[in-house]
């Protein structure tokens, strides 16, 4: 089965940038999808971005849009999240998903979850 391990998290001042990474685990022959949720204290666990297998199209939530930028390598079986101009409103654990689908995901659709890394922005 896929396995997600997430690491790039820290503390940062607003304004700042951090990179997130996501390793996917080898052996498997199916075409997930990939794609980072964040889940704020007291908050449900929110859509951030996906990228399709190939890399051909990306989504984002409105909220990050033009600040946080999806990319991966499957040739290294990785994603990475690029944010920039991060807000304090930014703060959240970030869990890398996976799932079988070509669209943005329910919740429910995703099929591999990470454990999450925090990242926490200062004001």
């Known amino acids: 089965q896929m396995q997600l391990v997430e690491s790039g998290g820290g503390l940062v001042q607003a304004g700042g940038s951090l990179r997130l990474s996501c390793a996917a685990s080898e052996r498997t022959s199916r075409a997930y999808a990939m794609g980072w949720f964040r889940q704020a204290p007291g908050k449900e666990r929110d859509f951030v971005a996906l990228?399709?297998?190939?890399?051909?199209?990306?989504y984002y939530a409105d909220s990050v849009k033009g600040r946080l930028t999806i990319s991966r390598d499957n040739a290294k079986n990785t994603v990475t999240l690029q944010m920039n101009s991060l807000k304090p409103e930014d703060t959240a654990i970030y869990y890398c998903a996976a799932y079988l689908g070509s669209v943005v995901p329910e919740l429910r659709d995703i099929d591999y979850w990470g454990q999450g890394t925090q990242v926490t922005v200062s004001s």
């Open positions: 990228i399709t297998w190939s890399g051909s199209r990306t």
